[in-house]
């Protein structure tokens, strides 16, 4: 068998293999209530999430120090290098970035969190202080 004979061969599997196909994705047909399970957002899960953010941020933060520490200790010794000014200016693009970063974690993810949390647990509280009054006529 020729090269063009196997490759033609190899070609065609391969393709045959790959053909493109439209998967959609479905809930099973099957389900306990007939709705599945359902996500129940109060102010306490959220202010859960709001910490588990938080912890998160931290654990990047101290990965992020523990790296920028080992990193700095490059610099020195590239002093006379023409790539001491490169790494100067990584070492600067990265801190911004690493600030960066944080920022959208601490406001972005926990304090819009924390927020929906106060606003849910307000809300909670009118419709707990109206079904308390429905209940008593």
Not at 90 to 116: A, H, P
């Amino acid at each position: 068998m020729s090269f063009d004979e196997m490759w033609g061969q190899a070609r065609s599997t391969a393709v045959a293999r790959q053909q493109s196909r439209m998967q959609l994705n479905q809930l099973p047909a099957e389900r306990d209530d007939g709705r599945g399970k359902q996500l129940v957002a109060d102010s306490h899960f959220l202010r859960k999430r709001a910490t588990n953010a938080d912890t998160v941020r931290e654990a990047f933060m101290k990965a992020d120090n523990d790296a920028a520490r080992e990193t700095h200790q490059v610099g020195p010794s590239l002093k006379g290098f023409k790539t001491a000014s490169a790494f100067s200016t990584f070492m600067t693009r990265w801190k911004g970035q690493m600030q960066y970063v944080e920022s959208l974690l601490k406001n972005d993810i926990s304090g819009t969190l924390r927020t929906s949390a106060t606003e849910y647990a307000a809300r909670e509280r009118q419709e707990k202080t109206r079904h308390s009054r429905e209940e008593l006529k």
